[in-house]
Structure formats: structure tokens, C-alpha cells
T-cell receptor, first 111, second 116 residues
């Protein structure tokens, strides 16, 4: 699986968009980008995933650069409940695929 | 989304005893289950992957005789920490997947183990 690099921490004001970057310069052609988050002392929660097109769901948007070497998770209107550690994971789907967590970005949403 | 439960949510035990943690998929059949460990202020570390009816596959550095994993049915996996020591104190999280799609991998709420 390709390695990912994320900033260790970010702050965001409540109501503003939170843009969380992720670098994955060694991503392979069949690997997807997955985003999970972990609220303190809970299990991780799936947010969104994509291959090369931008994706949007009820939780967030995922913007993947054309060369697929980086991506950005966007929470359009961050709330205090979005305070969590956000993990960007790159892996290929299939029976052998495993979610390997890096250090993630600790997002603090403030009033 | 699908629900994965863990029991107990927290456990305190004496050094040298064994502790069993259960992981259940409540509304789907999990062909694959995963066990993770997380130390304070650190990321999740994958310990092992198990398929129903098969022996678990352990990650490098994880002692299979210390962390016994049983995936006896499509809805239940257990992790037994044998002869627990204080350094085994951690947050243990299970995860279950019904098929191949990674995005269908759901996580349990975690079990906090404290070994005295």
C-alpha cells in the first residue's frame, strides 16, 4: 500500500469549511483513497473514498488531483462534533486489502 | 450504517490472567474480521486478520500465542490476551467486513484493557 503524509494537526472555526490535505505520491493505479475519522475513544468511522474522480456524500467531499498524488477532504461546514483525528489511507480493493492507519490529522473545531 | 459491537467496553485484570474480548457484527455476516490495538496518543496498529473458519493471519511482530483469535462464526470473533501484563494495557478495536469492499469495513467501539 502506498504511504500517506498528513499534517499532524489543524484548527477550524465552527461553520467554516475544513480542508484536510493528504499526500500519496507513490499511489498505484489500482489503489483507492479512503478517509476515516476517529472521535476520541471511539472506533474509526468511514467518511468517503475515491479512485480518481471527485466524490461527494452527505458527510464530505473528496478532491483528488489529476495526477492522483494528493487529495483533500473537505468538510463544508465544520461543527464541534467534527473534532476528531482524520486518517487518509491508500489501498487497493480486494480480499487482501487491509486498512493500515498512519498518524492522521487531529482536527480541532473551535467556536 | 452497519453495527459492530464489542464486549466488554472496558476491563481491568490482574497481571498473569487471561482476558477475552468479543466482537460481533450485529446486522451482517462478516467474512473477514480485523483486530487493532491503539496505545494512548498513537494510531491504530493492525494486529491480525481473520476469516471465518480459518486461522488468523498475524501482522509482523504480533505474538500469535499471546493474542489468540477465534473467528468461529460469521458474526463473532474473539481476541484472548493470554497471561496479560501491564504493557498489554491498551485500547483494542475490532472491525468487520461483509465482503470485498473496503468501504464496508465497520469498526467496533473498542475495549479498553487495563492490566494491573
Amino acid at each position: 500500500d502506498a504511504k500517506t503524509t498528513q499534517p499532524p494537526s489543524m484548527d477550524c472555526a465552527e461553520g467554516r469549511a475544513a480542508n484536510l490535505p493528504c499526500n500519496h505520491s507513490t499511489i498505484s493505479g489500482n489503489e483507492y483513497v479512503y478517509w476515516y475519522r476517529q472521535i476520541h475513544s471511539q472506533g474509526p468511522q468511514y467518511i468517503i473514498h475515491g479512485l480518481k474522480n471527485n466524490e461527494t456524500n452527505e458527510m464530505a467531499s473528496l478532491i483528488i488531483t489529476e495526477d492522483r498524488k494528493s487529495s483533500t477532504l473537505i468538510l463544508p461546514h465544520a461543527t464541534l462534533r467534527d473534532t476528531a483525528v482524520y486518517y487518509c489511507i491508500v489501498t487497493a480493493p480486494g480480499t487482501a486489502s487491509k486498512l493500515t492507519f498512519g498518524t492522521g490529522t487531529r482536527l480541532q473545531v473551535t467556536l | 450504517g452497519a453495527v459492530v459491537s464489542q464486549h466488554p467496553s472496558r476491563v481491568i485484570c490482574k497481571s498473569g490472567t487471561s482476558v477475552k474480548i468479543e466482537c460481533r457484527s450485529l446486522d451482517f455476516q462478516a467474512t473477514t474480521m480485523f483486530w487493532y490495538r491503539q496505545f494512548p496518543k498513537q494510531s491504530l496498529m493492525l494486529m491480525a486478520t481473520s476469516n471465518e473458519g480459518s486461522k488468523a493471519t498475524y501482522e509482523q511482530g504480533v505474538e500469535k500465542d499471546k493474542f489468540l483469535i477465534n473467528h468461529a462464526s460469521l458474526t463473532l470473533s474473539t481476541l484472548t490476551v493470554t497471561s496479560a501484563h501491564p504493557e498489554d494495557s491498551s485500547f483494542y478495536i475490532c472491525s468487520a467486513r461483509p465482503g470485498l469492499a473496503v468501504e464496508t469495513q465497520y469498526f467496533g467501539p473498542g475495549t479498553r484493557l487495563l492490566v494491573l
